[in-house]
């Protein structure tokens, strides 16, 4: 006697699964890749002031004593920032850039590199001391102007640029 086994086919599954997958992860990519965009277009651009605006001259001791420098300052402003603040918290500005002077040594003077750092530090604490210092949300802004190669002293706060007008040791 022989018996036959039938064999029961397998179940087929359907491609309706497959589809629903798919769509479900294209369209969730797809709607958090518009969010993201449009939370960008929302922020608001940093647009650079078209006007410098002078400081002063300063003349410090550096850092140990030794050396002396002797600069003239100008900075440019973000451009919807109001001048008259700039201007009313002169004092505070000076101060701050003096003491940001007063802490280099001479050693940190030396390539062309070691002065755009001391102007870094020149923006970052006069906006600190216009009580704008950025926010760590701040730092991703990206400028609405041409900024090459991240030439800006600073994205955020009031002082985007400072300029040398005068430099020099002894």
């Known amino acids: 006697m022989s018996e036959k086994v039938a064999e029961v ?4 599954k359907g491609v309706l699964p497959v589809i629903v ?4 992860v294209l369209g969730g990519g797809g709607f958090f890749a518009y969010r993201a965009k449009t939370a960008k277009a929302d922020k608001p651009a940093i647009v650079l002031a078209d006007k410098e605006i002078d400081i002063d001259e300063f003349l410090v001791n550096l850092q140990g004593g030794a050396t002396y420098l002797r600069t003239k300052i100008a900075v440019k402003l973000r451009k919807d920032f ?6 009313n918290n002169m004092g505070a500005v000076q101060d701050a850039i003096i003491l940001v002077l007063r802490s280099t040594n001479i050693e ?9 750092r001391l102007k870094r530090r020149i923006a970052s604490s006069v906006n600190a001391a ?15 102007v041409d900024d090459p190669a991240g030439a800006w002293d600073s994205r955020t706060g009031p002082v985007l640029e400072v ?5 020099a040791t002894q």
């Open 9 to 12: 086919p397998k179940k087929k």
């Open 21 to 24: 997958a798919v769509v479900l």
């Open 82 to 87: 109001d001048e008259a603040k700039f201007k």
């Open 108 to 116: 940190e003077l030396r390539s062309a590199e070691d002065i755009r």
């Open 130 to 144: 216009l009580g704008e210092a950025p926010s760590p949300a701040d730092k991703t802004a990206k400028p609405a």
């Open 163 to 167: 300029f040398f007008k005068s430099f």
